[in-house]
């Protein structure tokens, strides 16, 4: 299963002209109204997505152009002809085309099967990709006469492509971020380089242990441009640091958002672990990741480690780690070992940064630093810019060294370095700004941006020279218009200065706490669309540094209600322009909760506090939590037990719980949602709010519905007509709609039709256009009509206007639902092109707020692996995607994966393997509060062919 979802690099030009060829085939094939050569065309799409799956690419390329000018003369033939109008004489001479183009399906089919399933299709000669090509270039000559076509095929080629251009434009690319330069100078690892190069090609997962400074990184750096690596994986090469987070910023999610972030993957509404692992399975993929080891001594450590051990277990990833302690235990990792650099080579390091000889007094002190990379280069520093002899290196050096003896535990070389660097002449002359400035560098390891250093840093004199010498001392560095320390540095600057309680209340941190919550208050209150709130566009690079100083400040004793209102509107900024996870989440977390007390003012004073700083964060935390792929529910939780605890009618409470039910429909528990939906609907009777009532009665109806219940069905038509009675017509659409959904469910075609059309009457009565989900259903239920051809053209008209306005979540869920019907018309190999194509546009969907998850598709890849007999591939599809509801907590997902995995068990003859998926499939089923009837869901995405019967026979004691 390693390349189920590899249909080549995107970079490829091979792979990129065969999906030309075959998305111009699939563009005529909906074009024309003629069965005949549509059937044709179907047939030739299914042979050139085979080629997609070849190990020989190149060698179909030529076949692939001319399968193309096979669909643009069938497109000049047919395009004003009708069925009647067409020759006996075309009609004989596709017949026979057809026939021929079977034999070549069958024939690369001979060699898929004659091939490990799990790797690239490849059998096909150059020499018989040859003779296709020809035999079809043959049938094109005779289309042409027969339909009696004059212009050249060039002139059609061009009229044609403005029509392909319309149905199917071209798609963007994923861009991920451009990994890290190569080091201008490395000595002594070229040895090393060369094996860790042999060992990432060979032993998969690895890595590279050292202490702080010993070249891990810079081993790495080459390693990943090596040119053996770069012709293996291509662009899928990663290199992941974290060395620009405060270890109170890394939770699992921040994790996570760092890695697709890297990668080029969007913020998207389905688990950020899913979305990683199908975007892993497309091919073989290098994730590097740098400075592993504070990871995983963190709370979240556990979680990443486990997390590691997912990605470890797919098998087109190899991850390489740097790290200073021992490998991972959750998985097999192979460390390699970076020791000191040879005599020579430090002597390199040491005459290249000192510009001088090497003496055998400097040959002493690179012993004595234990021929330490880092720590020798900044002693070349050292002597150089103080224009230090020698001797007098040596004695500053052991000056230091005995200086800090018993002060420091654990003593090593570097820290030494260090302390006698900021103590040299030439640190001194800058006087004490540099000492400053490394403190606040130290603090806030994302760094401050240069071009605002002298607005944060005020009281640091001669700035942009403290800045300069640093950097000319390799104690900091620049990156992308910030300045940083090394890790090594920064370290131990934070264990030797950055100590004890006061240090955030130093004046120096107090002017960048100053400039930033100015800035959050300056920006917070403006609305969105106004100057204001697009200037706010700042915390898109700045927003790691204020993260970090509103942890700092909330966390403190004594925690100001400012400090809250300020964090509310960093949220509110993450929010409008930099949707992501944020550790602020747990912080909320830890802070106490507002006690009632007894006297009625007090209580008003705890409410009003209440309302205006710790639920408003919250609640935006919410929100944010629909950007970025987080569950929602445990912060759902905290609101309404907030909210309970308050007890205070200014808070609608019923509102609390029906956003918390929500949270759980999204989760796939729908006992708790129902339960709540219950709750809600009760205190809206008590309100006496009729609107609100059938509101909630709305949803649970819908709710109802999913878990099986056709009592549902009664409750959304009484919640409807009473929205339209009160003439609340947004809402109503969306009961029509919802209606239309819950008859697809239960195989009622022509129901769900009438209430999608009911839909477009309450749209047209607004105003508005119509809403993309009746758009969706009404190809859904003409599929379930059996039409899919009718269900084909609503799609493709979706899926022309969703590129248009760039909308690629809606894209995927197009492919996806042609996928379903691909499947439905025994086109397998078509259905499994569209699901790649819907995994790919997936990962370029900032925002996903639909139902669409990895889950579903790879619930749709195993049913058409399923279809097509494939039994290995269909299991292993169906337990990616029980791997990914069970990271979702996608109980209803789950249970229909399982069922499915029972059905195969009964087709391949293991009753009793069949009997403990579908026990299994119970088990979930009272978890998630479902009807086992639910299992026999009509929506055609999800319906399974009545032959896998293993289920109905269990159920009646009969399997």
Not at 794 to 815: G, L, M, S, T
Request: a negative charge; aromatic letters at 8%.
């Amino acid at each position: 299963m390693t390349t189920y979802f590899y249909d080549g690099d995107d970079d490829d030009p091979n792979s990129t002209s065969l999906r030309d060829a075959l998305e111009t085939v699939s563009v005529v094939t909906e074009m024309l109204s003629v069965e005949a050569p549509k059937g044709l065309l179907s047939k030739i799409a299914d042979v050139l997505a085979l080629t997609l799956m070849t190990t020989n690419e190149a060698d179909y390329v030529e076949f692939g152009t001319t399968c193309s000018h096979v669909g643009i003369t069938l497109w000049s033939a047919y395009e004003h002809t009708s069925t009647t109008e067409a020759s006996p004489d075309l009609a004989n001479v596709l017949e026979e085309f057809s026939s021929y183009v079977d034999t070549v399906y069958d024939e690369i089919s001979t060699a898929n099967a004659n091939t490990d399933s799990d790797t690239s299709i490849a059998g096909v000669s150059l020499e018989v990709i040859t003779s296709y090509k020809k035999e079809f270039e043959s049938f094109i000559e005779k289309i042409r006469r027969e339909a009696k076509i004059k212009s050249n095929l060039k002139i059609s080629a061009t009229s044609f492509a403005q029509e392909r251009k319309r149905r199917s434009p071209k798609l963007p690319v994923l861009q991920g971020q451009p990994l890290p330069s190569i080091p201008e100078h490395i000595y002594g690892r070229d040895t090393l380089v060369e094996k860790t190069v042999e060992s990432v090609l060979t032993m998969r997962h690895l890595g590279l242990s050292g202490p702080s400074g010993i070249g891990k990184t810079s081993v790495a750096r080459m390693m990943v441009h090596h040119e053996a690596i770069a012709d293996h994986f291509g662009a899928r090469r990663h290199f992941i640091p974290f060395d620009d987070l405060h270890s109170s910023q890394i939770i699992l999610p921040t994790f996570l958002h760092r890695v697709t972030e890297v990668i080029g993957l969007k913020t998207t509404q389905t688990n950020r672990l899913n979305l990683l692992c199908a975007y892993l399975r497309l091919g073989p993929t290098l994730l590097v990741f740098d400075g592993v080891d504070r990871l995983l001594q963190l709370p979240a450590g556990r979680q990443i480690t486990l997390t590691f051990a997912r990605l470890a277990y797919i098998p087109t990833v190899t991850i390489f780690l740097t790290t200073r302690h021992a490998a991972l235990t959750e998985s097999p990792f192979h460390m390699i070992p970076v020791g000191p650099l040879s005599s020579e080579s430090a002597r390199q390091i040491f005459s290249e940064t000192s510009k001088m000889d090497v003496s055998p007094v400097v040959g002493r002190l690179l012993a004595a630093v234990e021929f330490h990379p880092s720590t020798i280069a900044l002693l070349g520093h050292a002597a150089r810019l103080n224009k230090w002899s020698p001797e007098q290196l040596l004695s500053a050096f052991i000056q230091h060294r005995d200086a800090l003896m018993g002060v420091i535990y654990d003593l090593i070389p570097l820290d030494i370095a260090i302390e006698m660097l900021l103590a040299s002449p030439f640190m001194k002359e800058r006087g004490d700004g540099l000492v400053k400035l490394c403190r606040v560098l130290a603090a806030f390891p994302c760094g401050i941006k240069i071009a605002k250093s002298n607005k944060l840093l005020p009281s640091v004199l001669n700035l942009d020279a403290v800045i300069d010498a640093l950097c000319q001392q390799s104690l900091a560095y620049t990156h992308e218009g910030f300045i940083r320390l090394p890790r090594s540095i920064g370290d131990y600057i934070s264990r030797q200065y950055n100590v004890g309680p006061d240090f955030y209340a130093d004046p120096v941190i107090a002017d960048i706490r100053t400039h930033y919550y100015d800035l959050l208050v300056k920006h917070g209150r403006a609305g969105p669309g106004s100057p204001a709130h697009r200037r706010g566009e700042w915390i898109i690079t700045e927003d790691l540094i204020v993260e970090l100083l509103l942890t700092i400040d909330l966390l403190a004793p004594g925690t100001s209600d400012h400090c809250k209102k300020f964090a509310h509107y960093f949220i509110l900024h993450l929010l409008w322009h930099h949707p992501r996870p944020t550790s602020l989440r747990v912080v909320f977390t830890l802070l106490p909760d507002p006690s009632p007390g007894e006297r009625r003012d007090v209580a008003k004073h705890i409410f009003e506090r209440f309302l205006a700083h710790k639920f408003p964060c919250i609640q935006a935390m919410i929100e944010l939590s629909y950007l970025t792929g987080e569950d929602g529910v445990e912060l759902s939780l905290e609101i309404y037990r907030l909210t309970a605890l308050i007890n205070h009618p200014g808070l609608a409470f019923k509102t609390v719980t029906m956003q918390l039910a929500r949270a759980y429909i999204t989760a796939g528990n729908y006992t708790a949602a129902e339960d709540l939906l219950a709750e809600a609907t009760e205190m809206a009777h008590h309100s006496s709010d009729e609107v609100d009532v059938a509101w909630f009665n709305l949803r649970l109806g819908y709710l109802m519905v999913l878990t099986g219940d056709r009592e549902g069905l009664g409750l959304m038509s009484s919640a409807q007509t009473t929205l339209e009675k009160w003439d609340d017509l947004r809402r109503a659409c969306a009961a029509a709609t919802l209606q239309g959904d819950s008859m697809l469910y239960v195989g009622d075609a022509a129901a769900a039709r009438w209430h999608y059309e009911d839909e477009r009457r309450l749209s047209r009565a607004m105003g508005q256009h119509r809403r993309l989900s009746c758009l969706l259903g009404l190809g859904d239920a003409m599929a379930l009509d059996g039409r899919p051809e009718d269900a084909n053209g609503i799609f493709e008209d979706i899926y022309a206007q969703a590129v248009k306005e760039q909308d690629w979540e809606r894209c995927a869920r197009v492919r996806a639902m042609q996928a379903s019907i691909s499947t439905s018309m025994g086109r397998f190999t078509i259905a499994k092109q569209q699901i790649r194509q819907a995994v790919k546009l997936l990962y370029l969907a900032r925002e996903t707020l639909s139902q669409l998850s990895f889950e579903w598709l790879h619930y749709i890849a195993g049913k058409n692996e399923m279809y097509a007999k494939r039994y290995g591939a269909a299991k292993e599809l169906f337990m990616m995607s029980q791997d990914d509801c069970q990271a979702t907590g996608n109980l209803s997902t789950e249970a229909l994966a399982t069922r499915a995995l029972g059905e195969i068990a009964c087709l391949e003859g293991d009753i009793e393997v069949a009997k403990i998926h579908f026990t299994e499939v119970r088990s979930v089923c009272v978890k998630a509060g479902i009807s086992e009837e639910r299992l026999n869901i009509c929506h055609p995405t999800y319906l399974l062919k009545d032959d896998f019967d293993g289920w109905v026979r269990f159920k009646n004691d009969h399997l």
